[in-house]
C-alpha cells in the first residue's frame, strides 16, 4: 500500500501543478480514494471561477458527494499536496472524511502569499475580537430557534 499512497500523493501535486500552470488557481490538489479507488478529483479554481470556495479539496469533495450519491464520505480519505485551509478541514469534517494524507505545512502556503496561518488565528479568537465584524440580533432568535427546532436533527445524506 505505500506505493499507492505515493501514487496517489503524486496525482495531487500533479493537479496542483495543472492549477497553476493552467491559470485556474493556487497549486493546490487532491486525490479522494475510497477501498484503494479513486472515487475523485479537485484542483483549485478560484481564479477560473471565481468562487473562493472553490479550493482543490472543495471541488474534489463536491465531485465525491456527486459521484457516490451522498454527502457522508465515511470511509473516504483524501491525499492533499498540503494541510488543508481551515474552510477546507471544516468541509473535510462535514463530509466525514477519514483521513488525510498531506505533505507541505500551513507555513509554507503561508511563505507563497496564501493567508491559512492568518485565517487559523482569527477562527481561534472569540467571534467579537475576530476582523470580520460580527452583531446579534437577539430580537428575533425565538424566531431562529423554531427553525432550529423544526429541522431534521441529522444532516441529510
Avoid at 479522494?32 to 471565481?50: C, M, P, S, Y
Avoid at 502569499?113 to 481561534?124: E, K, P, S, Y
Wanted: charged share 20%; proline share 6%.
Amino acid at each position: 500500500m505505500p506505493e499507492r499512497k505515493l501514487e496517489f500523493m503524486r496525482r495531487a501535486i500533479e493537479l496542483a501543478r495543472h492549477a497553476t500552470n493552467s491559470g485556474s488557481g493556487g497549486p493546490f490538489g487532491c486525490v479522494i480514494v475510497k477501498d484503494g479507488v479513486v472515487v475523485a478529483e479537485g484542483f483549485n479554481q478560484v481564479r477560473l471561477t471565481r468562487d473562493p470556495t472553490a479550493h482543490g479539496e472543495m471541488v474534489g469533495l463536491r465531485a465525491a458527494a456527486s459521484k457516490l450519491g451522498t454527502a457522508d464520505l465515511s470511509g473516504c480519505e483524501i491525499y492533499n499536496i498540503s494541510i488543508p485551509c481551515p474552510m477546507c478541514l471544516a468541509a473535510l469534517y462535514w463530509a466525514k472524511i477519514d483521513k488525510v494524507y498531506y505533505c507541505c505545512l500551513p507555513a509554507d502556503a503561508d511563505a507563497i502569499g496564501f493567508d491559512n496561518v492568518t485565517i487559523a488565528r482569527h477562527l481561534q479568537q472569540p467571534i467579537e475580537n475576530q476582523p470580520i465584524k460580527s452583531e446579534r440580533i437577539e430580537e428575533l432568535y425565538d424566531e431562529a430557534l423554531a427553525a432550529y427546532r423544526a429541522s431534521i436533527v441529522s444532516p441529510p445524506t
